[in-house]
């Protein structure tokens, strides 16, 4: 006789989105959103690499929770130190795509082009995208000034359906 699976609840998938390489304050956001997404038990999501990924990472690690990095090459060994598990994509600038489809929501803290499109595609793909810094000024993101205000907006618009006041300015 088979046993049925069991049914689990799904945790949510935060995307981290941001600089491949940046300062000690983006660093210092990056690592206090990593923590504030862990400390809710959900999945920190980002492209494995340096930089944004690799403090939001650590941060989340801090915290006891679970990291995914979808890398743009084909070596796991390029995943920073505090990736759980490392996807390999083989597909450059287009993992982006995978980045924003498998989140639920998306938070940009820092970045360059890279980060506009992941934003971009986020919100082609209707996911709620909250941006702390820069502050991207893109139609339809939710901009907010602290990392514990960001991870709180996520999780607000994830469960309302989007549907929370737009913080754009």
Same mark, same amino acid.
């Given at each position: 006789?088979?046993? $049925?699976? %069991?049914?689990?609840?799904?945790?949510?998938?935060?995307? +981290?989105?941001?600089?491949?390489? *940046?300062?000690?304050?983006? &660093?210092?956001?990056?690592?206090?959103?990593?923590?504030?997404?862990?400390?809710?038990?959900?999945?920190?999501? *980002?492209? /494995?690499? /340096? /930089?944004?990924?690799? $403090?939001?990472?650590?941060? $989340?690690?801090?915290?006891?929770?679970?990291?995914?990095?979808?890398?743009?090459?084909?070596? &796991?060994?390029?995943?920073?130190?505090?990736?759980? +598990?490392?996807? %390999?994509?083989?597909?450059?600038?287009? &993992?982006?795509?995978?980045?924003?489809?498998?989140?639920? $929501?998306?938070?940009?803290?820092?970045?360059?082009?890279?980060?506009?499109?992941?934003?971009?595609?986020?919100?082609?793909?209707?996911?709620?995208?909250? %941006?702390?810094?820069?502050?991207?000024?893109?139609?339809?993101?939710?901009? %907010?000034?602290?990392?514990?205000?960001?991870?709180?907006?996520?999780?607000?618009? +994830?469960?309302?359906? /989007?549907?929370?006041?737009?913080?754009?300015?």
């Amino acid at each position: 006789m088979e046993r $049925a699976p %069991v049914k689990t609840a799904v945790r949510r998938q935060i995307g +981290i989105i941001g600089a491949g390489v *940046c300062g000690s304050e983006a &660093r210092t956001l990056a690592e206090t959103v990593g923590r504030e997404v862990a400390k809710r038990g959900a999945i920190l999501f *980002c492209g /494995g690499l /340096g /930089g944004v990924m690799e $403090a939001a990472a650590y941060g $989340a690690k801090q915290e006891g929770g679970i990291t995914l990095g979808i890398l743009p090459g084909t070596l &796991r060994e390029e995943a920073n130190p505090w990736i759980d +598990i490392a996807v %390999v994509s083989g597909m450059g600038h287009a &993992r982006n795509a995978l980045i924003a489809q498998s989140s639920d $929501a998306l938070i940009a803290v820092n970045g360059e082009y890279g980060t506009l499109s992941e934003i971009a595609l986020g919100l082609k793909m209707g996911k709620p995208v909250v %941006v702390l810094e820069p502050g991207w000024r893109v139609k339809g993101v939710h901009r %907010v000034e602290s990392p514990k205000e960001a991870v709180e907006l996520a999780f607000r618009l +994830i469960e309302d359906g /989007g549907k929370a006041l737009n913080k754009l300015s």
